[in-house]
């Protein structure tokens, strides 16, 4: 039954995890890029708007980022509900 429980909490943590990474891939493709862009685009970044920015390189930096935080808070995952490997 133990195992039951701990196997439950490891996929809602893991769920939790990946509902939150989503949102900010979300927000960072389709708010930045799309829904607010015409707000961001006031701002220029190296001569070109804010929107136009995270349209073409902005949300490919964030989703990068976003693969190395899905590693390491997966790893602490694991290591919490030890199913890690040695």
Known sequence: MKE???????WRATLTLLGKILVVWFL???GAGILFAPVL???????YPLGF??????SIYIF???????????????????????
């Open 28 to 30: 960072a493709s389709f």
């Open 4 to 10: 039951d429980l701990s196997s439950h909490a490891y």
């Open 64 to 86: 990068i980022v976003l693969i190395f935080y899905y590693k390491k808070k997966m790893n602490e995952l694991d290591v919490r509900f030890d199913v890690h490997e040695d």
């Open 41 to 47: 685009d006031n701002i220029h970044l190296g001569g």
């Open 53 to 58: 920015w995270f349209a073409q390189q902005g």
